[in-house]
């Protein structure tokens, strides 16, 4: 919800606003011990699954600056604020070019993580401007990927539930019954996979992909909302983020041609700065359990009902874990 209709470019004008957000912000300020000084103006603020998010602007010597807080779970802000503190200590910030939000306060009392509000336009955005800036950006979302899994800022191990995947199965079985078979089909082959030893793990982002990566001209590109930064397989990234790069190119165009060339980009930049080639067996084991777990969130989680989605992403995600396509 926007509070300051005045202030230009809000982080958070749709959504539910927060009923307690006056009593967030003062608390927040008597934490942080600013006893009335550097007044903040509260710009934007909102509900998302459970998580409350603010955009305030503060005054500072320097001129105004806009901070983002976010409320959550406990361990989900902590592993945020210290991946933020350690990948910045790590060089992730200015003036090198890939870079990670400024961190200002943690406050674990309520999950709490007060973070700069990063310049530069959100990722996705470009991508589907045309196939040259999009080919672009996405070198650029992989270029970060690479500083990530070469950097030696180490986070927790983690495994795989393959329950999960079953359970997706079974209860998208139920709300889109004529998907059963294919749904059987793919499951059956994601659990085979599953079965494989799991290859080296590196720092790794658990939520990468374009809508949390902002691009600011040739200066920065920063990567926002590490709240699951741990230790996993690189292609657990790349095969999120070339999902759900080809998932929000269907919501926007309808189709996932209109991210093929990006995707593509993605790939052949991140082998040729890591200097070797992914592993599309494993990248692709991701790439389908993502299909999944988004459709699994739209038709049972949300109720959207919508169907439609269904038939292209659960080919995209056999196309994935049977041929070992990553574009589909």
Same mark, same amino acid.
Request: aromatic fraction near 8%; include cysteine; hydrophobic fraction near 40%.
């Given at each position: 919800?926007?509070?300051?209709?005045?202030?230009?470019?809000?982080?958070?004008?749709?959504?539910?606003?927060?009923?307690?957000?006056?009593?967030?912000?003062?608390?927040?300020?008597?934490?942080?011990?600013?006893?009335?000084? *550097?007044?903040?103006? @509260?710009? &934007? +603020?909102? !509900?998302? #699954?459970?998580?409350?998010? $603010?955009?305030?602007? %503060?005054?500072?010597?320097?001129?105004?600056?806009?901070?983002?807080?976010?409320?959550?779970?406990?361990? *989900?802000?902590?592993? @945020?604020? &210290? +991946?933020? !503190?350690? #990948?910045?200590?790590?060089? $992730?910030?200015?003036? %090198?070019?890939?870079?990670?939000?400024?961190?200002?306060?943690?406050?674990?009392?309520?999950?709490?993580?007060?973070?700069?509000?990063?310049?530069?336009?959100?990722?996705?955005?470009?991508?589907?401007?045309?196939?040259?800036?999009?080919?672009?950006?996405?070198?650029?979302?992989?270029?970060?990927?690479?500083?990530?899994?070469?950097?030696?800022?180490?986070?927790?191990?983690?495994?795989?539930?393959?329950?999960?995947?079953?359970?997706?199965?079974?209860?998208?079985?139920?709300?889109?019954?004529?998907?059963?078979?294919?749904?059987?089909?793919?499951?059956?082959?994601?659990?085979?996979?599953?079965?494989?030893?799991?290859?080296?793990?590196?720092?790794?982002?658990?939520?990468?992909?374009?809508?949390?990566?902002?691009?600011?001209?040739?200066?920065?590109?920063?990567?926002?909302?590490?709240?699951?930064?741990?230790?996993?397989?690189?292609?657990?990234?790349?095969?999120?983020?070339?999902?759900?790069?080809?998932?929000?190119?269907?919501?926007?165009?309808?189709?996932?041609?209109?991210?093929?060339?990006?995707?593509?980009?993605?790939?052949?930049?991140?082998?040729?700065?890591?200097?070797?080639?992914?592993?599309?067996?494993?990248?692709?084991?991701?790439?389908?359990?993502?299909?999944?777990?988004?459709?699994?969130?739209?038709?049972?989680?949300?109720?959207?009902?919508?169907?439609?989605?269904?038939?292209?992403?659960?080919?995209?995600?056999?196309?994935?874990?049977?041929?070992?396509?990553?574009?589909?």
């Amino acid at each position: 919800m926007l509070f300051d209709i005045t202030a230009p470019d809000p982080s958070f004008v749709e959504g539910r606003p927060p009923k307690d957000i006056k009593e967030i912000i003062e608390w927040a300020r008597d934490q942080i011990g600013l006893d009335g000084d *550097r007044p903040w103006q @509260l710009i &934007s +603020a909102r !509900v998302k #699954l459970g998580r409350t998010l $603010f955009e305030i602007e %503060e005054d500072t010597p320097e001129g105004p600056q806009r901070l983002i807080g976010k409320l959550g779970r406990e361990e *989900r802000a902590e592993v @945020l604020h &210290s +991946a933020l !503190v350690r #990948l910045r200590e790590a060089g $992730f910030k200015p003036p %090198e070019r890939m870079t990670v939000p400024k961190p200002f306060a943690y406050l674990p009392e309520r999950g709490l993580v007060l973070q700069e509000k990063v310049p530069g336009t959100q990722a996705m955005n470009l991508i589907l401007q045309s196939r040259g800036r999009g080919c672009f950006t996405a070198g650029d979302c992989a270029r970060w990927l690479c500083a990530l899994h070469s950097s030696d800022v180490q986070g927790n191990p983690t495994s795989i539930d393959g329950s999960a995947v079953s359970q997706w199965g079974v209860e998208l079985s139920e709300a889109h019954p004529p998907a059963s078979p294919l749904l059987a089909k793919i499951t059956a082959a994601i659990g085979n996979e599953l079965e494989q030893p799991m290859g080296e793990t590196v720092p790794s982002h658990g939520d990468y992909h374009p809508m949390n990566i902002f691009v600011a001209g040739s200066n920065r590109v920063t990567a926002i909302d590490l709240d699951k930064f741990a230790n996993r397989e690189p292609e657990s990234d790349i095969g999120w983020f070339l999902m759900q790069t080809a998932a929000f190119g269907f919501f926007s165009t309808g189709n996932f041609e209109s991210t093929r060339e990006p995707r593509r980009a993605f790939v052949r930049c991140y082998e040729a700065e890591m200097g070797r080639e992914i592993n599309v067996r494993r990248a692709a084991l991701y790439m389908a359990m993502a299909f999944l777990k988004n459709l699994h969130f739209e038709l049972v989680l949300l109720h959207t009902d919508q169907t439609q989605y269904a038939d292209p992403w659960l080919k995209a995600a056999e196309s994935a874990i049977i041929e070992g396509d990553l574009h589909p």
